[in-house]
């Protein structure tokens, strides 16, 4: 745009300079016409070098969405897609954080290495789902019924799974630190090594789960149904065990266990304790 304008303003400046040898005449003074017209010309084109910056500007401002390709990891922050049949949908390393599932049914879905912070699974039921390294920190699973889903290496830091069903399902290696899992049933749950610190099992009934080497910093577990629960080289330190029934349970590996925090437990002949504490028969 720029080029065109000089070389206009050139052709202008040409024909002036030719014309300038004829005398003035005709009530034009010493000015010819043609140098009149070509100062009035110059006069918008002198703005060519404000108006094309602010074009480029404009442009640049502009958002451009181009269609992506088949397979692509696309972003659906918050996008809804509660009360629908998921059965067999694959949302595998999908970006959807956010995304509302509140009420739907999945079964053999999909969600593994999944971006899912924040998403709402409130109330969802299926069987056979894969959530296997997922990320869904602050994940809302209130009430969700997925009894035997596999959740292994996923973080649900600061998830909250209050009254939920988790039974037999896998949590291995994931992060649970601080979430929220009060009056859930994790009943013969999978729980090896994970990383609780801080997380709340309040009421929740782990009966016959593995928390083999599990880090169970802070934890709390007042009232908790802990009965024949593996806890095999587990660290219980600072967990509170209020309340907690221990029939059964096997904690004579564990570690920074005291026996002030076994003072109100619940225990009977077949809880194995480590050596030198002892807890309340009931």
């Known amino acids: 745009m720029k080029f065109v304008a ?4 050139f052709m202008v400046l ?3 300079l030719v014309t300038s040898i004829v005398p003035g005449s005709r009530g034009y003074g010493n000015k010819n016409p043609v140098a009149i017209l070509g100062e009035e010309l110059a006069k918008p084109l002198a703005k ?4 094309g910056p602010e074009i480029s500007n404009a442009l640049d401002r502009v958002d451009v969405k181009l269609p992506s390709l088949p397979g692509s990891k696309k972003s659906q ?5 509660s ?18 599932f509140a009420g ?4 053999a879905t999909q969600f593994e290495s999944t971006l899912l912070d924040s998403a709402v699974f409130e109330g969802v039921s299926g069987a056979d789902i894969n959530f296997r390294q997922a990320r869904m920190a602050k994940s809302n699973l209130t009430a969700a019924m997925l009894a035997g889903g596999d959740f292994t290496g996923a973080e649900l830091r600061e998830a909250v799974a209050r009254a939920g ?4 399902a896998v949590f291995t290696g994931g992060d649970l630190s601080f979430a929220s899992f009060s009056g859930a ?3 013969d749950a999978n729980l090896k090594d994970v990383y609780a610190a801080g997380a709340v099992f309040v009421d929740a009934n782990l009966s016959n789960a593995d928390l083999t080497d599990a880090d169970l910093t802070g934890v709390r577990f007042e009232g908790a149904n802990l009965q024949n629960v593996k806890f095999g080289g587990a660290n219980l330190k600072l967990a509170k065990l209020t309340g907690a029934r221990l029939q059964g349970a096997d904690l004579s590996s564990v570690i920074n266990l005291t026996t002030e925090q076994l003072a109100e437990a619940c225990a009977n002949g077949d809880t194995k304790l480590p050596e030198g504490l002892a807890a309340p028969r009931c």
């Open 6 to 9: 000089l070389i206009i303003v």
């Open 14 to 16: 040409v024909l002036s």
């Open 48 to 51: 060519v070098d404000q108006i």
């Open 77 to 81: 922050t918050g996008e809804d897609k």
């Open 83 to 100: 009360l629908g049949d998921h059965s067999g949908a694959d949302f595998s390393n999908k970006d959807l954080p956010g995304a509302n």
């Open 104 to 107: 739907s049914f999945f079964s």
């Open 165 to 168: 069903d988790f039974e037999t």
């Open 185 to 187: 049933n994790l009943r």
